[in-house]
């Protein structure tokens, strides 16, 4: 067991420098600053007080130094996780209770074990099933809910409603309460924050600042649309005027917490946790990889899982929510030319300092300007652009991907998840069930085959070639019964068929039981059956069966001999019965791993 | 639209002759003398009056041979259905009450529209989820369960149970109370049933008799046994010292039914009745296809559907319980010389003779008699070696298989096959997710290449080729993001890495993403990302891309090009940017469908 695989922080503090910590702290001074606004407006997000965003964002950053394997990832409150928090426990209790507070922790820390225990055990893979299609419709789908149930704090109104529907019906029936001064708010700091994103860094660019201190002028406009707006609220008593402000912030460090752990409310939330582990570890871990290959570094998703799982840990003793790597924050920090994840420590220093210290100014902080930030963020989530692509690229991608966008719109987060999932699980089956397969015939002049059907080729009578694109499984088993036997159906002077295997990279015990019902109804019809380039961890298996003996024909190993060996036209040297096989004739060279098996080779 | 297709008795009654007549009624006297006994212990199986199991095997048998497409098919009730019709209606109502026997009628009814519907909307597919190891294990299980719930009939005594376990202890606990008449004659039975499969045939064949009425002879030994059982108990009196018998059962033709509507009870058999008609089916079309090949006919799975749920459509109307292909009464039927579905349809005659004129004669039949004719019958369906082999061939096939077997002796039938099911698609999911993958380089003098791992092989330190046994699909789509910069991290001099797709059946949308993230990332490190040997049909589907627009390499048509051309040893005549390909530039012949591109055919 290597100590640097499982404690990567190992890896890089013994070789710390002075040069490092420089660009480390400048890059956590950038990230601290774009945080503050963040961590308080996702903990709104997920209908918690703004101090959980803050608590959640300093010590999972410091455990994710420890143990994560990025360099360059952002770990804290992020969007789509939660709305995924507040869809969870917001089914539990009602915002502002106790319960609420108490089940985000639990949440997190379902979530942090369930990470890390999927880390330890290299479950990793099981993120996998979670398609491109499925997570890009999801955020999109995300994007457009969070926005919408943003609105009503930039309109100054009260609507509920748990899907995209449900939202805009509520704010449609609430548009007569619209509070003038917190419209004004709200919208001033969209157009700024909108502005700011588009043209900022061009004009500062022309203004004569270099590339990156203008990006991450840029980056920092949330912060001062914070502080402006802060400061007129308190300067105007705004929030005298019916201007919503974040109020009494507690001053001081996280508070130690303890989840609770009550079985009811663990078996509630466990698919939920199960989610938000999946979702969050997914798009932490691709802008993991996209940073980490700029620099030709690596990331270990297994330890990634452990990374994350014990930040989620880590928040849920300290008062936090479910955090995961955020990728707007891990972009800032790599540009701003984090070198390991002591950048991540110190920023989670700055967020405590900001907790301790900067908490009585933000009383008056409005929240219709939290609201405008998430707005801003998480538009550029949707991303319509993907969904055309997908349409034109996979028709069955698509459907999955609209699936999922459909059920999230209007069911809600988890199940908009599981209907994609099932989906594309569904999709993919399907249609490894009905396999390409072509009959192929001699190219004149070559030893080639293809297509009858696409090309002129040369066939003969007695004998058909059926290439199989597919590894033969459990569900195209029976459809390569159905194929073949039809084809022996339609061929009536037929003696012989080939089944060419060069894409086959399993055979399953039912398609060996396929095999074995295939050979002895051809055989019953008098038709035998061959097999022809069979890969070498296939052969190994097949060479032990008793499909193997009973087989009627020979396994070949090209499809060229196939064709000349039953017609006579060839000595039979290149082939092999089974059972001569399993008496110990080697065939090494000709049946093994190779791409090509190919008789010039022999 | 062909009507022959979807009545296919329109295929064979025009032309039925004098000799086919002779043929089917002969077979349908065999099968009718086997089916009597048969039919009344399935329905005591099922926890049914026997005369249940007659009216089953009448209209069900009509109708088959109306809709079916196999020529020799015994529709009616058979063991394992019946022990999961049991499950399933045990659960709505006690046995002997007029909602158990309204509860079979409805899951006949239900499974017969499943059936019918899956066939018209040609969903016969989806009964390949059932693998092979999968349903060999569940019949198996089944065999040992409906065993183990006979033996207190042969006993003599009371006991119940849902699982293996509990019949076992039940039995076990009511030892004490074994009637000795009872135990005679199902000991009897069981040991005159079991020597007639055993050494009656050859006994009567070294009498002179020949082979194939020997066999049949045999086939009617149940009949026998029913026979003299009953005249013994009748004789003696032996129902007055308790020896359970059938008891009065009511002579007529079956009644006109109609099964409930009560959309609770549809809800609550829903599960049940999607599982019979897929266990069912698979059974049925397994049985249908071997006896069809024999005699090289076709039958056509999605009308078989329509066939068999039809046929349990027909049984819910007229006092039945749900139905399918037998596989004993379908060989016999078939050994026998049925021609035509017609042998179905005179069985049907038979039967109903039966049901009008024998019942008074089976009041005395003991229960016993027919326990251990099923005991006899089941026990033929435990296949030991089948999960010996199934062991020696795959070990994942093997896992699916146990927890079948396992799942179903412990918990239930549903649950068993679900489980296996369940079990099956994770395993196919796991191992495409982690696909097997090898670096090869040139087998010296050849064009050929294998894995580094296993040959003695040229590599260049420039350039790496990955050959990937597997199609792309989102379940692997990140291990190969994992492989490829995982060897793109391991050889730090590396210009080049070159995909072999020779394998790869398809490239969908998340596999689209992780190679443009590949690319992307290699770009970054300075790596040219190249393509070889793409199928037509994914080529067709890249072609317009981004991706395709943003490779940093090419697409070679073989592996050997794209070994030679970015070092420096070819004029790139054989390759195109991805760029060109969208220009128009024709690549007919080198990026089509072909199995081996190759440099000498252009």
């Excluded at 803050?54 to 360059?72: K, N, Q």
């Excluded at 406009?221 to 974040?246: K, N």
């Excluded at 994350?308 to 929510?321: C, D, P, Q, V, W």
Aim: aromatic content about 6%; proline content about 6%.
């Amino acid at each position: 067991m290597n100590p640097k695989r499982y404690l990567p922080i190992l890896q890089w503090l013994p070789g710390y420098g002075r040069a490092t910590l420089g660009s480390d702290l400048l890059a956590a001074v950038i990230v601290t600053i774009m945080l503050i606004p963040q961590s308080l407006a996702y903990a709104m997000l997920a209908g918690l007080p703004p101090e959980v965003g803050l608590y959640a964002s300093i010590a999972p950053l410091v455990v994710y130094a420890v143990f994560g394997t990025s360099r360059t990832l952002s770990v804290g409150p992020v969007a789509v996780v939660s709305l995924m928090t507040a869809a969870a426990i917001g089914q539990i209790a009602p915002q502002g209770t106790p319960e609420y507070l108490g089940a985000a922790l639990v949440l997190a820390l379902m979530s942090g074990l369930m990470l890390t225990l999927m880390g330890v055990a290299r479950l990793g893979f099981l993120a996998n099933f979670l398609s491109h299609p499925v997570i890009s419709g999801f955020i999109t789908a995300s994007g457009l809910i969070i926005a919408a149930s943003q609105l009503k704090h930039v309109l100054g109104v009260e609507a509920g409603g748990h899907n995209l529907l449900e939202l805009l019906l509520g704010l449609a029936g609430s548009l007569g309460q619209v509070n003038a001064p917190t419209l004004a708010i709200g919208l001033s700091v969209l157009a700024f924050l909108y502005a700011a994103r588009r043209w900022l860094k061009s004009a500062l660019v022309r203004l004569g600042v270099p590339g990156r201190p203008a990006d991450m002028l840029t980056k920092a406009a949330p912060i001062l649309a914070v502080a402006v707006t802060t400061l007129v609220t308190w300067r105007y008593g705004l929030d005298e005027r019916g201007v919503a402000v974040v109020g009494a912030v507690p001053a001081g460090l996280p508070p130690l917490t303890l989840p609770g752990v009550d079985s009811g409310l663990w078996s509630q939330l466990f698919v939920a946790a199960l989610l938000i582990s999946i979702v969050g570890f997914v798009e932490s871990v691709s802008v993991g990889q996209t940073l980490a290959a700029k620099r030709r570094q690596r990331i270990d998703p297994d330890q990634e899982l452990v990374g994350l799982g014990t930040s989620n840990i880590a928040a849920s003793f300290t008062g936090g929510m479910p955090v995961t790597g955020g990728f707007a924050r891990s972009v800032v920090n790599f540009d701003a030319g984090a070198e390991t994840p002591a950048a991540g420590a110190f920023t989670a220093v700055g967020i405590a300092v900001a907790a301790l210290l900067l908490t009585p100014l933000i009383a008056y902080l409005p929240i219709a300007t939290l609201a405008a930030t998430i707005i801003v963020a998480v538009l550029s989530l949707v991303d319509i652009p993907a969904i055309r692509r997908t349409w034109a690229y996979s028709r069955s991608d698509f459907a999955a991907m609209l699936a999922t966008i459909a059920v999230t719109l209007v069911v809600g987060v988890e199940s908009g998840i599981m209907a994609g999932v099932g989906l594309s699980l569904a999709l993919h089956l399907y249609r490894t069930s009905r396999p390409h397969s072509a009959v192929v015939g001699l190219v004149p002049g070559s030893e080639h085959f293809r297509n009858v059907e696409r090309h002129t080729v040369e066939t003969d009578p007695r004998l058909a070639i059926l290439r199989v694109d597919e590894s033969l499984y459990f569900a195209n088993a029976r459809y390569l019964e159905d194929t073949v036997m039809a084809l022996a159906a339609r061929q009536p002077g037929l003696a012989h068929i080939v089944l060419a295997c060069q894409a086959v990279n399993v055979i399953d015990a039912s398609a060996l039981e396929s095999l074995e019902a295939i050979n002895a109804r051809l055989k019953d019809s008098g038709v035998a059956l061959h097999l022809a380039e069979v890969k070498g961890p296939v052969m190994d298996r097949l060479q032990h069966t008793e499909f193997c003996h009973e087989m009627t024909g020979k396994v070949f190993l090209s499809t060229f001999d196939a064709w000349q060996e039953p017609r006579g036209e060839s000595d039979g040297s290149l082939s092999r019965r089974c059972a001569e096989l399993q008496m110990g004739a080697t065939l090494d060279s000709p049946i093994d791993d190779s791409t090509h098996p190919h008789p010039r080779m022999h």
